[in-house]
C-alpha cells in the first residue's frame, strides 16, 4: 500500500495535526474543509467500522465521539503513537497495517471508511482492495473515502498548471508523484465490484465517495 511513502509520514507525524489546521500556507487548500469532511464521513458511516490510514486519529475520535465500534489500521508507528495520547482514544486499539495487508476484525462490521488515503495505492491495488472489502462487508454496507480526485484528466491538468503557476512546488510535487484517481476510474473501482456510489466535493481537490454494496463481487 505504497509504503514507498512512509517515510514521508515519519517526518510529518509531528507536525500533521498543526497542518490539518491550516498551519502550512501551501496545503490550505488541500485541507479547506478537512472537520467537515470527517463529520460527512462519520455521519454517513454505520456502527461498526474499519478505519483505513487512521494517522494521528482525527476521524477515529469523531467516530468514537459518535458512539460507533471503531478498529483503527495504520502503517505509521509515530502516527499511532500521537493518536494513541487522545483522550477520546486511550481505550482504543491502533493496528499496524493498510489498505491492503491488515487484521480483519473479529467483529462483523457495517462500513469501511478512511481520509486522505485511498491515494497511495496503484490503480490495480484500487481495484484489488474495493473487491476484497466486497467480501468483508454485508449487503447495504458501505465504504466512505475522502480523497484526492480529480473529475478528469484535463481538470488534473489545470489544477497542476495552476498549482504550478502558484509556486507551490511541494503540493505539484504531490500531485505528480501520488495516485490520484480520476473520478471516472473510481466510479469504474466501485461498480465493477458490487457498489453503488454517490460523491460529495469538499474543495478544490477533494471528494467524498459513499459506496454501497449492492451485490456481491464475482
Not at 82 to 105: C, N, Q, S, W, Y
Not at 185 to 204: H, P
Request: glycine fraction near 6%; charged fraction near 20%.
Amino acid at each position: 500500500m505504497g509504503l514507498e511513502f512512509m517515510p514521508i509520514f515519519e517526518n510529518w507525524a509531528a507536525d500533521y495535526d498543526d497542518e490539518i489546521n491550516g498551519g502550512n500556507p501551501e496545503y490550505q487548500a488541500v485541507f479547506l474543509n478537512y472537520w467537515e469532511s470527517l463529520s460527512v464521513i462519520t455521519t454517513a458511516a454505520g456502527s461498526s467500522i474499519l478505519e483505513f490510514g487512521s494517522g494521528t486519529g482525527n476521524l477515529t475520535e469523531k467516530l468514537v465521539a459518535a458512539g460507533k465500534q471503531v478498529y483503527p489500521v495504520e502503517p505509521s508507528p509515530e502516527m499511532r503513537a500521537i493518536a494513541r495520547k487522545k483522550t477520546l482514544l486511550k481505550d482504543v486499539t491502533f493496528l499496524p497495517g493498510d489498505m491492503e495487508h491488515f487484521e480483519k476484525p473479529l467483529a462483523s462490521i457495517d462500513t469501511i471508511v478512511s481520509n486522505l488515503v485511498f491515494h497511495h495505492l496503484t490503480a490495480a491495488e484500487k481495484e484489488q482492495v474495493i473487491k476484497k472489502y466486497n467480501q468483508l462487508l454485508p449487503l447495504g454496507g458501505k465504504i466512505i473515502f475522502g480523497d484526492t480526485m480529480f473529475l478528469s484528466q484535463a481538470s488534473y491538468d489545470k489544477i497542476l498548471a495552476a498549482v504550478k503557476s502558484a509556486g507551490l512546488e511541494n503540493l505539484a510535487a504531490d500531485l505528480e508523484r501520488e495516485y490520484y484517481p480520476l473520478i471516472p476510474e473510481v466510479e469504474a473501482y466501485f461498480s465493477d465490484n458490487g457498489f453503488q456510489t454517490t460523491y460529495q466535493q469538499m474543495n478544490r481537490f477533494v471528494w467524498i465517495v459513499s459506496a454501497e454494496k449492492i451485490m456481491e463481487a464475482e
